[in-house]
Structures are given as structure tokens and as C-alpha cells.
């Protein structure tokens, strides 16, 4: 027996179908870019990359000018 054959017709939508027209409008509508629609996206897609990138950077320059002046070495 097929798994179709068991159900008797198409299943319910999760959410009303006005309703997701709706939020298609709104979020057309809206000149941003999708991953940064919601109201804290902004955080998790652009200041958390761009605190790692700082700090990274700031480590790569710190261990090269310790390596070039010849900080921490071990004897």
C-alpha cells in the first residue's frame, strides 16, 4: 500500500494562506537584504562577524610585532 493511498485528502496548510501573502508583501516591501529583516538580525549578522574580524586582526598585529621585536620568547 502506497503512503498516499492511506490519507484521504491534501493536508491543512500550516498558516493561512492570507496570511503569508501578507508577510510576502511586507517583506518585499522592505529595501534590506533578507538575512537582516527581523529586529535584533542586525547583531547576529553584522556585529558579532565584525567584533571577531577586529579582534582577530588585532591579535595578528600584536603577535607580529612581538615576533619582530623579539617579545615572550622562551630561553
Known amino acids: 500500500m502506497s503512503p ?8 491543512p496548510p ?7 501573502l501578507e508577510k510576502q ?3 518585499q516591501s522592505v529595501q534590506k537584504p533578507t538575512y537582516l ?13 565584525l567584533a571577531l574580524a577586529v579582534s582577530s586582526m588585532y591579535l595578528v598585529g600584536r603577535g607580529i610585532y ?3 621585536h623579539g617579545i615572550g620568547k622562551k630561553e
Open 66 to 68: 612581538n615576533m619582530s
Open 37 to 49: 529583516k527581523g529586529r535584533y538580525d542586525v547583531v547576529t549578522s553584522v556585529a558579532v562577524p
Open 14 to 20: 500550516f498558516r493561512p494562506r492570507e496570511k503569508v
Open 4 to 11: 498516499t493511498a492511506a490519507s484521504s485528502g491534501p493536508e
Open 25 to 27: 508583501r511586507y517583506f
